[in-house]
């Protein structure tokens, strides 16, 4: 498919998921190391749209997108492996960390992206830890997962619900290299987690590429704390530097003006636009705390095939179940705005 209508293709069909928590806890050290990451990706960190892949080079304009981070819940084997993913990559050899540290690798060599995968695998399942799943709310995608990096050629990427694995295409950019990328594929995983299959039909794989999207931008703001240089509503600006002509860089965009039944075209990623714009309402009403928790929550309501119109009346119910009429009222603002409700 296009690059510029994809992330991901929607999850396949589920079947019993490998890497339980129980079992992956008990081999957990929760051990941690310094790595190297971009945070998020250097378009979005320095604010220029003129940076290219340049072949996978490792040029100066780069260097101050390069940040020294802690990678924490890993095992005791040395490898990136940890209590919510295990890299696998068979393009380069594994990282390895010696001493409670791994070296300064850097995007001209697969171990960076190995290290990316790690860290923001493990920090997006801490931002739904952090809103309160697993605590005060029932857990999310507390689960091992395989995240295989550079292992498909194609500028594309995909989660595989029946082996519970992320693969990262390294066409143009490499995917990994950009954390909305990863996160992005992450969402299927949430979904596929709290609704075995989810994504069946159109409307429910819109669903999916719409909340990849939104849970990208909502993972990545929260980790960096900043105001972005670039639009926030705007995804994976790094890996769109090799399939968007600019001036700006966006995969998609959570901001757009698509309006529903008008606007499907059939196509998941694109229509998946209009419900990626309900969320980013209920966000700039409510904050992204309450509406990171009751978009999250209320999806363990949503079937494997589900509508816009039942997943939206599933969003109202848990809005007005978590925080009541006042979010309950925002949430059906936004979707009614998007013509879902």
């Not at 493990?122 to 292992?151: C, K, M, W």
């Not at 390294?170 to 992005?184: P, Q, T, W």
Request: aromatic share 10%; with cysteine.
């Amino acid at each position: 498919m296009r690059r510029t209508q994809r992330l991901a293709l929607a999850a396949v069909m589920a079947f019993p998921l490998v890497g339980s928590l129980s079992a992956v806890a008990a081999a957990d050290s929760g051990g941690t190391a310094t790595g190297t990451v971009f945070y998020p990706n250097p378009v979005q960190q320095l604010g220029d749209e003129s940076l290219t892949d340049a072949k996978d080079a490792d040029y100066a304009a780069l260097a101050p997108a390069y940040r020294n981070v802690t990678l924490t819940d890993l095992d005791v084997s040395g490898t990136l492996t940890g209590r919510y993913v295990a890299v696998k990559s068979e393009t380069g050899k594994a990282a390895r960390i010696t001493g409670g540290a791994l070296p300064a690798y850097h995007r001209d060599t697969d171990q960076f992206e190995q290290v990316m995968g790690y860290y923001w695998v493990t920090t997006a399942q801490q931002y739904l830890q952090h809103l309160g799943f697993g605590s005060a709310l029932r857990p999310v995608n507390q689960r091992q997962i395989e995240l295989r990096i550079d292992q498909y050629g194609g500028d594309n990427s995909f989660f595989k619900g029946n082996k519970a694995n992320i693969t990262l295409g390294k066409g143009g950019v490499d995917d990994a290299e950009d954390a909305e990328v990863i996160v992005h594929e992450y969402g299927h995983s949430v979904q596929d987690g709290q609704v075995p299959g989810f994504g069946t039909n159109a409307e429910s794989g819109a669903i999916g590429e719409a909340f990849g999207d939104y849970l990208a931008v909502a993972v990545t703001s929260w980790r960096t704390g900043v105001p972005t240089k670039t639009p926030e509503a705007c995804v994976a600006d790094w890996d769109s530097v090799a399939y968007t002509p600019g001036p700006t860089h966006c995969l998609r965009r959570l901001d757009g003006t698509k309006h529903y039944p008008e606007d499907i075209v059939g196509e998941v990623h694109a229509d998946g636009e209009i419900w990626s714009r309900a969320l980013w309402d209920i966000r700039q009403s409510l904050g992204a705390a309450k509406a990171d928790t009751l978009i999250v929550e209320a999806q363990f309501a949503f079937s494997p095939d589900t509508s816009f119109k039942a997943a939206a009346q599933a969003t109202v119910a848990a809005a007005q179940r978590l925080y009541g009429s006042q979010a309950a009222q925002a949430a059906q603002s936004a979707f009614a705005a998007r013509g879902i409700l």
